[in-house]
T-cell receptor, first 116, second 114 residues
Framework: DSGVTQTPKHLITATGQRVTLRCSPR?????VYWYQQSLDQGLQFLIQ???????AKGNILERFSAQQFPDLHSELNLSSLELGDSALYFC???????????????FGEGSRLTVL | AQSVTQPDIHITVSEGASLELRCNYS??????LFWYVQSPGQGLQLLLK????DTLVQGIKGFEAEFKRSQSSFNLRKPSVHWSDAAEYFC????????????WGAGTKLIIKP
């Protein structure tokens, strides 16, 4: 158990819809990362938040957005869904404190999104 | 541009045999290097990492990896695999310990023959 909790584990929805994925990081971790894993694209970094602020952006579509709340949980919002958005979405967390970061990411078990 | 190549998409190894998974990277400076494992239905877990110092690093579950700067490689090894090692293995390269800029390889799926 990594200590990172993601909900829901599975989600099936239709094209054009909007969904929200939720992540609770490990206790004490300030950084949250979102990744998309699909068969054709592999593991793609989407976005990182540190203590409520966006720190880095990867290959995140404009239809996707995320935020980190004061209690450090994070949500990834996916809108105007397309068939190609079907994937496993991982959240990861890390210590994220200057001088103490061990370089290790702790991953949740993922949310599997199926768009029909 | 930075990149990570894992040349083997699948590798099949007999239980008890040795294992080597290849990882080559392209990066201008000394990178931070990681190996993660993803068991079926699970998230990724860190196996080991290299930041500096001894180029042979030990990880969890009996894995080790060797950083070879001249070959831009960071290959993962295990002397004797167990059926529970069947998983997908990802090599990643980072510009710093803060790792939000990790570049990931495509992964190598390890299949264990009984």
């Amino acid at each position: 158990d990594s200590g990172v909790t993601q909900t829901p584990k599975h989600l099936i929805t239709a094209t054009g819809q909007r969904v929200t994925l939720r992540c609770s990081p490990r206790s004490g971790d300030l950084s949250v990362y979102w990744y998309q894993q699909s068969l054709d694209q592999g593991l793609q970094f989407l976005i990182q938040y540190y203590n409520g602020e966006e720190r880095a952006k990867g290959n995140i579509l404009e239809r996707f957005s995320a935020q980190q709340f004061p209690d450090l949980h994070s949500e990834l919002n996916l809108s105007s869904l397309e068939l190609g958005d079907s994937a496993l979405y991982f959240c990861a967390s890390s210590e994220g404190l200057a001088g103490t970061n061990t370089g290790e990411l702790f991953f949740g078990e993922g949310s599997r999104l199926t768009v029909l | 541009a930075q990149s990570v190549t894992q040349p083997d998409i699948h590798i099949t190894v007999s239980e008890g045999a040795s294992l080597e998974l290849r990882c080559n990277y392209s990066y201008g400076a000394t990178p931070y290097l990681f190996w993660y494992v993803q068991s079926p239905g699970q998230g990724l877990q860190l196996l080991l990492k290299y930041f500096s110092g001894d180029t042979l690093v030990q990880g969890i579950k009996g894995f080790e990896a060797e950083f070879k700067r001249s070959q831009s490689s960071f290959n993962l090894r295990k002397p004797s695999v167990h059926w529970s090692d069947a998983a997908e293995y990802f090599c990643a390269v980072g510009a710093s310990k803060r790792n939000y800029q990790l570049i990931w390889g495509a992964g190598t799926k390890l299949i264990i023959k009984p």
